[in-house]
Protein backbone atom coordinates (compact mmCIF):
# COMPACT_ATOMS: atom_id res chain seq x y z
CA UNK A 1 0.00 0.00 0.00
CA UNK A 2 1.03 3.18 -0.62
CA UNK A 3 0.06 6.76 0.88
CA UNK A 4 1.13 9.84 -0.53
CA UNK A 5 0.20 13.07 1.52
CA UNK A 6 -0.20 16.38 0.32
CA UNK A 7 -1.53 19.91 1.36
CA UNK A 8 0.56 20.90 3.84
CA UNK A 9 2.36 24.21 4.04
CA UNK A 10 3.04 27.71 5.88
CA UNK A 11 0.06 29.38 7.66
CA UNK A 12 -1.07 32.33 10.00
CA UNK A 13 -2.69 31.15 13.05
CA UNK A 14 -6.24 31.24 13.01
CA UNK A 15 -5.90 30.05 9.54
CA UNK A 16 -7.04 26.40 7.48
CA UNK A 17 -5.52 23.83 5.98
CA UNK A 18 -6.74 20.76 4.07
CA UNK A 19 -4.29 17.65 4.11
CA UNK A 20 -4.79 14.77 1.99
CA UNK A 21 -3.93 11.40 1.18
CA UNK A 22 -4.28 9.30 -1.66
CA UNK A 23 -4.01 5.38 -1.43
CA UNK A 24 -2.79 2.36 -3.54
CA UNK A 25 -5.38 -0.62 -4.28
CA UNK A 26 -8.88 -1.13 -4.06
CA UNK A 27 -8.59 -2.70 -0.59
CA UNK A 28 -8.60 1.04 0.81
CA UNK A 29 -12.21 1.20 1.29
CA UNK A 30 -11.49 -1.87 4.16
CA UNK A 31 -8.94 0.20 6.03
CA UNK A 32 -8.98 1.99 8.91
CA UNK A 33 -7.46 5.33 8.10
CA UNK A 34 -5.66 8.06 10.73
CA UNK A 35 -3.46 10.69 10.57
CA UNK A 36 -0.58 11.46 13.10
CA UNK A 37 1.64 13.97 13.35
CA UNK A 38 5.26 14.86 15.02
CA UNK A 39 6.78 18.12 16.09
CA UNK A 40 10.51 18.32 16.73
CA UNK A 41 11.50 16.45 19.63
CA UNK A 42 8.52 14.84 20.34
CA UNK A 43 6.57 11.52 20.00
CA UNK A 44 4.56 10.99 17.37
CA UNK A 45 0.76 11.41 18.41
CA UNK A 46 -2.32 10.39 17.08
CA UNK A 47 -4.59 13.22 15.42
CA UNK A 48 -7.68 12.11 13.91
CA UNK A 49 -9.27 8.51 12.45
CA UNK A 50 -11.78 7.27 10.76
CA UNK A 51 -13.02 3.46 10.18
CA UNK A 52 -13.69 1.72 6.82
CA UNK A 53 -16.73 3.48 6.17
CA UNK A 54 -16.61 6.48 7.92
CA UNK A 55 -18.80 5.54 10.54
CA UNK A 56 -16.97 6.16 13.20
CA UNK A 57 -14.15 8.74 13.94
CA UNK A 58 -11.64 9.82 16.63
CA UNK A 59 -10.26 12.75 17.27
CA UNK A 60 -7.45 13.86 19.40
CA UNK A 61 -8.78 16.24 22.64
CA UNK A 62 -6.98 19.46 21.46
CA UNK A 63 -8.40 19.36 17.85
CA UNK A 64 -11.90 17.94 18.21
CA UNK A 65 -14.27 21.22 16.78
CA UNK A 66 -11.45 22.47 14.62
CA UNK A 67 -10.51 19.46 12.49
CA UNK A 68 -12.19 16.94 10.39
CA UNK A 69 -11.35 13.94 9.09
CA UNK A 70 -13.00 12.52 6.10
CA UNK A 71 -12.61 9.26 3.12
CA UNK A 72 -14.08 9.20 -0.39
CA UNK A 73 -13.21 5.36 -0.53
CA UNK A 74 -14.30 5.61 -4.45
CA UNK A 75 -11.08 7.57 -4.66
CA UNK A 76 -8.84 6.40 -2.46
CA UNK A 77 -8.31 9.20 -0.70
CA UNK A 78 -8.61 10.44 2.82
CA UNK A 79 -8.57 14.30 4.22
CA UNK A 80 -7.95 16.53 7.27
CA UNK A 81 -9.71 19.57 7.34
CA UNK A 82 -7.96 21.42 9.76
CA UNK A 83 -9.64 25.05 10.60
CA UNK A 84 -8.17 27.87 13.19
CA UNK A 85 -4.79 26.49 13.09
CA UNK A 86 -2.95 26.72 16.82
CA UNK A 87 1.07 27.31 16.60
CA UNK A 88 1.12 23.88 18.72
CA UNK A 89 0.01 22.29 15.34
CA UNK A 90 2.67 22.90 13.58
CA UNK A 91 4.04 19.81 13.03
CA UNK A 92 5.14 16.76 10.19
CA UNK A 93 1.55 15.09 9.80
CA UNK A 94 1.76 11.28 8.77
CA UNK A 95 -1.43 9.62 6.70
CA UNK A 96 -1.70 5.76 8.00
CA UNK A 97 -3.43 3.13 7.05
CA UNK A 98 -4.70 0.02 9.08
CA UNK A 99 -5.23 -2.85 7.60
CA UNK A 100 -7.47 -5.06 9.66
CA UNK A 101 -10.22 -4.88 7.15
CA UNK A 102 -13.95 -3.70 8.04
CA UNK A 103 -13.03 -2.65 11.72
CA UNK A 104 -15.67 -0.82 13.65
CA UNK A 105 -13.64 1.23 15.58
CA UNK A 106 -10.61 3.26 15.25
CA UNK A 107 -7.48 2.46 16.50
CA UNK A 108 -4.85 5.21 18.17
CA UNK A 109 -1.78 2.89 18.91
CA UNK A 110 0.13 4.15 16.27
CA UNK A 111 2.09 0.57 16.23
CA UNK A 112 -1.16 -0.75 15.14
CA UNK A 113 -0.87 0.84 12.14
CA UNK A 114 0.85 -1.17 8.98
CA UNK A 115 1.44 1.52 6.27
CA UNK A 116 2.78 4.89 6.20
CA UNK A 117 2.80 8.18 4.01
CA UNK A 118 5.94 10.25 4.09
CA UNK A 119 4.73 13.28 5.63
CA UNK A 120 3.82 16.65 4.89
CA UNK A 121 5.00 20.18 7.38
CA UNK A 122 2.42 21.87 8.52
CA UNK A 123 4.11 25.11 10.22
CA UNK A 124 1.69 27.73 11.99
CA UNK A 125 3.14 31.26 12.51
CA UNK A 126 1.69 33.74 15.73
Known amino acids: ?14 ASLRLS ?5 RAFRSYGMAWFRQAPGKEREFVAG ?16 RFTISRDNANYTVSLQMNNLHPEDA ?5 AADLRADADYVERNACKYDYWGQGTQVTVSS
Open 21 to 25: CTASG
Open 91 to 95: AVYYC
Open 50 to 65: INWDGQRTDYLDSVKG
Open 1 to 14: VNLVESGGGLVQAG
